[in-house]
Nanobody, 125 residues
Framework: QVQLVESGGGLVQAGNSLRLSCAAS????????MGWFRQAPGKEREFVAA????????FYADSVKGRFAISRDSAKNTAYLQMGSLKPEDTAVYYC??????????????????WGQGTQVTVSS
């Protein structure tokens, strides 16, 4: 099993930045590829970003390209989502996810097998 714990959410003004963290643990965690999703009120959960743990290759949703950056720290088994130029429409619960198996690309919930509990991000205008 893999346990994922997100942190770093909060209330921030539009235009500012915020960094989310996702600490991974568990016997099954071994440099798994990881991703971030978000779910706004009344909407479906959507893909935000993903990273290949071994190579650092990244994947982004068009809506966050150029504003968000995903990274990982192998020594800490932690993935990060640096969010910049935040907009009110970025308001959502952000979820961290880990993939059990390698996939050629990441953009869907079905690509991931383990999920964190989520952390709320609220962007005020």
């Amino acid at each position: 099993q893999v346990q994922l714990v997100e942190s770093g959410g909060g209330l921030v003004q539009a235009g500012n930045s915020l960094r989310l963290s996702c600490a991974a643990s568990g016997r099954s965690f071994s440099r798994n590829d990881m991703g971030w999703f978000r779910q706004a009120p009344g909407k479906e959960r959507e893909f935000v970003a993903a990273i290949r743990w071994n190579t650092g290759t990244t994947f982004y949703a068009d809506s966050v390209k150029g504003r968000f950056a995903i990274s990982r720290d192998s020594a800490k088994n932690t993935a990060y989502l640096q969010m910049g130029s935040l907009k009110p429409e970025d308001t959502a619960v952000y979820y961290c996810a880990a993939a059990l198996y390698y996939r050629s690309g990441y953009s869907n919930e079905a690509d991931f097998d383990y999920w964190g509990q989520g952390t709320q991000v609220t962007v005020s205008s």
